[in-house]
């Protein structure tokens, strides 16, 4: 089955302890990207990769890094959390410069909450 | 970053009737898309367009690409429970390799 695949799905840590969520997909896209949703703001893109080894800053990169070392992975990391970073994490995945590859594929999303 | 206002916010309505929501932005666009968002879950693609004036249905659904490019539509015809939820417009610039999200519309269909 086609998917994007996030762990761990629920976090709950602490102010200053570095995290990583994990996104993987089996599609063979080569764009992926992480999004946080904040009520009333709707998704914000943190990064963006094009491929293997590029990446991106989105609109809200600060606090945030990432790493493209395979193609099907893309984890999130926070080296050193803090609470204006407890929201809701969606990675996404798909084949830009066709016609369908501007449509991002969504996981099922990583809540976190840092206290 | 890119604005994208997509109105109205939250809308209630009757199990049967038409629905429209509408997202602009500051800037032209090269795609726009439509998801929607169910509690717990990730957003789902409903409907892509790639070319000003484009209209596309999916079912009950059809969205058209603005002839400005600076904006797009959602229609639902004869709304039904099921179709409650979170619609997000999103959109790709013609510059760039960013997405950016509407702030989205919150759909209540009553039986």
């Known amino acids: 089955e086609a998917q994007v695949t996030q762990n761990p799905r629920y976090l709950i840590t602490v102010t200053g302890k570095k995290l990583t969520v994990t996104c993987s997909q089996n599609m063979n896209h080569e764009y992926m990207s992480w999004y946080r949703q904040d009520p009333g703001l709707g998704l914000r893109q943190i990064y963006y990769s094009m491929n293997v080894e590029v990446t991106d800053k989105g609109d809200v990169p600060e606090g945030y890094k990432v790493s493209r070392k395979e193609k099907r992975n893309f984890p999130l990391i926070l080296e050193s959390p803090s609470p204006n970073q407890t929201s809701l994490y969606f990675c996404?995945?798909?084949?830009?410069?066709?016609?369908?590859?501007?449509?991002?594929?969504f996981g099922p999303g990583t809540r976190l909450t840092v206290l | 970053g890119q604005q994208l206002n997509q109105s109205p916010q939250s809308m209630f309505i009757q199990e049967g009737e038409d629905v429209s929501m509408n997202c602009t932005s500051s800037s032209i666009f090269n795609t726009w898309l439509w998801y929607k968002q169910d509690p717990g879950e990730g957003p789902v693609l409903l409907i892509a367009?790639?070319?000003?004036?484009e209209l596309t249905s999916n079912g009950r659904l059809t969205a058209q690409f603005g002839i400005t490019r600076k904006d797009s539509f959602l229609n639902i015809s004869a709304s039904i429970p099921s179709d409650v939820g979170i619609y997000f417009c999103?959109?790709?610039?013609?510059?760039?390799?960013?997405?950016?999200f509407g702030t989205g519309t919150s759909l209540t269909v009553i039986p």
């Open positions: 999103a959109g790709h610039p013609n510059t760039g390799n960013q997405f950016y």
């Open positions: 367009l790639y070319k000003a004036g």
């Open positions: 996404a995945s798909s084949r830009p410069g066709t016609r369908w590859g501007n449509e991002q594929f």
